[in-house]
């Protein structure tokens, strides 16, 4: 079974500075797909940034930047020119990637990790 | 804009009493997912539906259920809440291609379920 570990329960940065997220995961196959989610308090949970386990090449959505290394099984995310709207719990999510020929039981669903808390600071 | 909705945002019910959580989606998506999660924990999955096929998670309690009358609606029941099912409850969708490749999860906002 694929499991997600992220190993910072609770981070701080300061505006306008740098922050990188840990995430490592344990699979055993190889089409996957990786992807950050961002859930600010009360609010509901959106995607921030994904990536395929095929591609080579980290995933980049504007300040939102991925450091996938796929021997090492690690996935970090990292967010330049922090803003206080960045505040927010962040989950490491895993799925089974590649076509399906029949879809059932929890294959293509979402394997979470236990999430960081964000704290920006102003 | 709101592309899964979830209703109500807080839902207060007694021990025991049935409560029921809405799930609705303007997405049109085939694969509907209810996700628990409780307070520093990750979301756990309960179970989805693709379509009408049902899929059930093998460690959800038979306390949790789940109709789906349409493409847009999606319940969770729950028959006889206990202490330990407060929780968030999560609502998600994502399209299942006929390829057989499935999109990104788009999820509501939640419904805080509390047990007194």
């Known amino acids: 079974a694929q499991t997600v570990t992220q190993s910072q329960p609770e981070m701080s940065v300061q505006e306008a500075e740098t922050v990188t997220l840990s995430c490592t995961y344990d699979t055993s196959e190889s089409d996957y797909y990786l992807f950050w989610y961002k859930q600010p308090p009360s609010r509901q949970m959106i995607l921030v940034i994904r990536?395929?386990?095929?591609?080579?090449q980290n995933a980049t959505e504007n300040r939102f930047s991925v450091n996938f290394q796929k021997a090492a099984k690690s996935f970090s995310l990292k967010i330049s020119d922090s803003q206080l709207g960045d505040a927010a719990m962040y989950f490491c999510a895993y799925r089974s990637g590649g076509r399906l020929r029949y879809y059932g039981g929890s294959q293509g669903n979402l394997i979470f990790g236990k999430g960081t808390k964000l704290s920006v600071k102003p | 804009d709101a592309m899964v909705i979830q209703n109500p945002r807080y839902q207060v019910t007694q021990f025991g009493k049935p409560v029921t959580l809405s799930c609705s989606q303007t997405?049109?998506?085939?694969?509907m997912y209810w996700y628990q999660q409780k307070s520093s924990q990750a979301p756990k999955l309960l179970f989805h539906y693709y379509d009408k096929d049902f899929n059930n998670e093998a460690d959800t309690p038979d306390n949790f259920q789940s109709r789906r009358p349409n493409t847009s609606f999606c319940f969770l029941d729950i028959r006889s809440p206990g202490l330990g099912d407060a929780a968030m409850y999560l609502c998600?969708?994502?399209?299942?291609?006929?390829?057989?490749?499935?999109?990104?999860?788009?999820f509501g906002q939640g419904t805080r379920l509390t047990v007194v």
């Open positions: 990536q395929e386990a095929y591609k080579q």
């Open positions: 998600a969708t994502s399209r299942l291609t006929p390829r057989g490749e499935n999109t990104e999860a788009f």
């Open positions: 997405l049109n998506h085939n694969v």
